[in-house]
């Protein structure tokens, strides 16, 4: 079996950056992985349903779809006055992607989902959760990396801990009812995310 692909916690340096508060909020994330991962069956085998639980790639976990996604509401990273939920995505396939300035592998696959979200326009919403990160800092990585789909601040990882994120970066698949039907932990190339999306939502992305 291949070796899960590997996940980024904050580095030490930002430390001197974040308040107590925010480590804190880290730290009730991992536990709060923990549980959920136990939940949601993530350590491999056959779900209940009898789906395959790994594809693709050795990070990816294909969900029963009988656990609806967490709610949530935050506000924009790009405006903070706006606030966006997942309520108003019911009846869209969903992209939920948890990343930061400071997760390296970030740099490689948000780009790569910019050119796949260009490509399916409106058929699959993805949004990306900027946490536990300060907002400079998640507003210079958008404009390196030119990535223009819907995001979101959770500045204490919130979000994070009920979708059990420890490491970063995960993507969430999130069917139009709402449910989550499955978890990518590390980075996901082009590629995969075309056959992942595919897969999960039965939509061809096509070439390009």
């Known amino acids: 079996m291949m070796d899960e692909p590997t996940t980024q916690g904050p580095p030490r340096y930002a430390k001197r950056r974040r308040t107590i508060v925010v480590v804190a909020a880290l730290a009730l994330g ?24 790994t594809a693709i790639q050795s990070g990816f976990t294909a969900l029963d779809g009988s656990i609806a996604a967490p709610s949530w509401t935050l506000p924009l990273l790009s405006d903070p ?16 992607n948890f990343w930061a300035s400071w997760c390296v592998p970030c740099q ?16 699959v919403a993805f949004i990306g959760i900027n946490t536990a990160d300060q907002s400079s800092d998640a507003l210079a990585f958008v404009a ?5 789909y819907t995001l979101a601040f959770d500045p204490l990882s919130t ?11 995960v993507t969430v698949f999130i069917s139009p009812a709402g449910k989550m039907i499955g978890r990518d932990v590390g980075a996901i190339t082009q590629g995969d995310l075309k056959k992942l999306i595919y897969q999960e939502f039965k939509i061809s992305v096509g070439k390009a």
């Not at 991962?37 to 789906?51: I, M």
């Not at 006055?81 to 939920?96: F, H, M």
């Not at 390196?144 to 223009?148: C, D, F, L, S």
């Open 30 to 53: 991992a536990l709060s992985g923990l549980a959920i991962t136990k939940a949601l069956g993530l350590s491999g085998g056959a779900s209940q349903s009898g789906r395959r639980t």
């Open 108 to 123: 490689t696959e948000m780009p790569a989902m910019e050119r796949v979200a260009q490509l399916l326009g409106s058929r």
């Open 144 to 148: 390196k990396t030119g990535v223009t």
């Open 81 to 96: 006055a706006k606030r966006i939920s997942l309520a108003q995505y019911r009846g869209t396939p969903v992209v939920l």
């Open 159 to 169: 979000v994070g801990s009920q979708y059990g994120v420890f490491g970063l970066p």
